[in-house]
């Protein structure tokens, strides 16, 4: 199949027409009778990509091919009906498969220690194993279709393409395993970057273990102002070229640079999107490379009322919480916390998740005490009186003043990247 790409040549995006027309073209002169199509889920509601799979569900059915659909869940709870409808559309809710990340999936071989020392510059020596969802390898499926968004990402650097198989509908091993290559290697040498050595793992995973299997890529490149999505690009590919591609404008539409480091940064966290910590902490992780020392960064998060999105990793955050990455490491690595080293995409998340007292972390929640919030490494504060000074529904994307104070508003953080331009320029 040869690649098909496509890019707006305005900001509100390509029409549903450009996107459909597109995705049949993909199916073109394919032989099929049975296809797997693997969305993410909900928390990349943006991505469109609930739009593509519904395209290809109706396409698909209406030649008479059998269509099963597994969300890229990751360690995330799994699609509820409501999401699915407003995601998916009217595809059936039993058409959804649910991935379980612990028991679901078949070990392809592994990804040397050798080569991982060589990509991290010896921070990690282990080897990774190279798990993924049953289903993937079912020779049954004559195509298996891989929606997804390319946006910049705390673990890998650039989200999507191979990362929604072997993390989306991976294994334990290399899920937590990555994610700490990621935190040791550090996130803010990756945000917004392709080569990093998260993606080396996972592109080694495909040339040595995937290639024959018939996957092809569908990537997008959205933004979604006011809550509407706008697709800027479109990618599609059986390769790693449309990754390639589809990074380029990504860092171009999705990476945000400000002109001095925030000191006063206000994010908003939908609540039909961000109910844990684990979801919510991207309002840190976006956020950080734009930052000042000192300063503080305050989370409306009305729907947050636990901390992990399973019970193991909720009792882990709430046992060790957010306090830095030494910290993190120094409990890592005693052996009487062989839960954390179990759990290694835990320990992983709670060094993301922390500032490294840089700048504070303020949470302002509905459903969880301020005791539990504290224990957690971050300060707590009352939603309702954070809501009136800083209302979401007033405030607008970017710099506001309120009360003679400049802050900086973000209404959704899963959907970019910020940076302070004055150091990033001064690291090249």
Known sequence: ??????????????????????????????????????????????????????????????????????????THEPVSKAQWDAMFGDIPYDKMLVHRWRTDVVRLGEVPGEYLSEITEGLWTDPVSVEVNRRIMDESYDLIISPGQVVPHEVIGMANHSKNLFVGVGGSDMINKSHMVGAVYGMERMMGRDHTPVRK???????????????????????????????????????????????????????DF????????????????????????????????????GGELIVLAPGVSKFGEDETNDKLIRKYGYHGRLHTLEEFRKPENQDMRDNMGAAAHLIHGSSDGRFTVTYAVKNISREEIENAGFKSADYDEMVRKYDPAKLHYGYNTVDGEEIYFIPNPALGLWINRERFEAEQ
Request: charged share 20%; aromatic share 10%; with cysteine.
């Open 1 to 74: 199949m040869k690649d098909i790409y496509l890019i707006a040549g305005t900001e509100s995006g390509l029409s549903p027409e450009e996107i459909r027309g597109a995705l049949l073209q993909s199916l073109e002169g394919r032989d099929l009778h049975k296809v797997l199509i693997i969305p993410p889920d909900f928390t990349r509601f943006h991505s469109n990509a609930g739009f593509i799979t519904n395209v290809y569900y109706h396409a698909l059915v209406e030649r008479g091919v059998e269509v099963d659909i597994l969300p890229a869940l990751g």
């Open 201 to 255: 793992v996972f592109d080694y995973g495909m040339e040595h273990f995937l290639k024959d299997r018939p996957i092809m890529f569908v990537l997008t490149v959205t933004t979604a102002p006011g809550g509407v999505i706008h697709t800027h690009g479109m990618f599609i590919g059986e390769g790693r070229d449309c990754l390639t591609e589809a990074i380029k404008l990504a860092q171009v539409k999705n990476i």
């Open 258 to 293: 400000v002109e001095h480091g925030l000191k006063k940064c206000v994010v908003y966290l939908d609540p039909s999107e961000f109910q844990s910590t684990w979801l919510g902490n991207k309002s840190v992780y976006r956020t950080r490379m734009a930052m000042a020392d």
